[in-house]
């Protein structure tokens, strides 16, 4: 079966410094994976989506990058924190099961906050 | 742009009690998913519904894509059901929209 991984958990960062989320899938191959911020629990926002190694987009421009070093790798990075960066983030990828038919299955997520 | 709307935004039930969330969506559905996020934040997929009825145990949902919308029941709450409740969307482009969740308490 598939698995999701994300760490850290939980993190508290000061203002100014760099960051580095780690997500990792277990289970399938080629994923398409996606970050996504949630703040004050409600609305998830898509902040990048990758189909593949190297590959990324952003949906949003801001003070974050992405990366895809591996199939089943998916990094999201700052090298300079701000207060807005703290939310909820969520890794997730997406089953392919033909046209039109896809689920989607999501990390436990990494808790940041900025102070 | 394609707009994804959940109702209501907050429900407060007694342990027991019945309810309905519901999802419209202003365009075609390719897909449409329902997802539980539970107090500490995980995500938990509930159903994969493009069109039809489904059921799993206490919960149901059923999508009815002529009239654009997708409604989740659930029956008999307890309050491990609270958390919040998407749906998430997508149309032929595949692009993927969340709508803002349906909050649930469910008192003892």
């Known amino acids: 079966s598939q698995t999701i991984h994300q760490w850290p958990a939980t993190l508290v960062q000061p203002v100014g410094s760099p960051l580095s989320l780690e997500c990792t899938v277990e289970?399938?191959?080629?994923?398409?994976l996606y970050w996504y911020r949630q703040a004050a629990g409600r609305g998830l926002q898509l902040l990048f989506y990758?189909?593949?190694?190297?590959?990324i987009s952003s949906e949003v421009p801001q003070n974050l990058s992405a990366s895809r070093p591996q199939d089943r790798q998916f990094i999201l990075s700052s090298k300079k924190l701000l207060l807005s960066d703290s939310g909820f983030y969520l890794c997730?990828?997406?089953?392919?099961?033909?046209?039109?038919?896809?689920?989607?299955?999501f990390g436990p997520g990494t808790r940041l906050t900025v102070l | 742009g394609i707009q994804v709307e959940q109702s209501p935004p907050d429900l407060i039930l007694q342990e027991g009690a019945n309810s309905t969330l519901r999802c419209n969506f202003s365009?075609?559905?390719?897909?449409l998913q329902w997802f539980h996020q539970n107090p500490w934040g995980q995500l938990i997929n509930l159903f994969y519904?493009?069109?039809?009825?489904k059921q799993n145990g206490r919960l149901s949902a059923t999508t009815v894509a002529t009239e654009r919308y997708s409604l989740l029941y659930i029956s008999s709450s307890q309050t491990t059901d609270s958390g919040v409740y998407f749906c998430?969307?997508?149309?032929?482009?595949?692009?993927?929209?969340w709508g803002l969740g349906t909050s649930l308490a469910v008192n003892p």
């Open positions: 998430r969307y997508a149309g032929n482009n595949r692009k993927l929209i």
């Open positions: 365009d075609s559905v390719n897909n």
């Open positions: 519904i493009p069109s039809g009825t």
């Open positions: 289970g399938t191959s080629n994923p398409n």
């Open positions: 990758s189909v593949g190694i190297g590959q």
């Open positions: 997730a990828w997406i089953r392919l099961r033909g046209p039109g038919t896809d689920t989607q299955y």
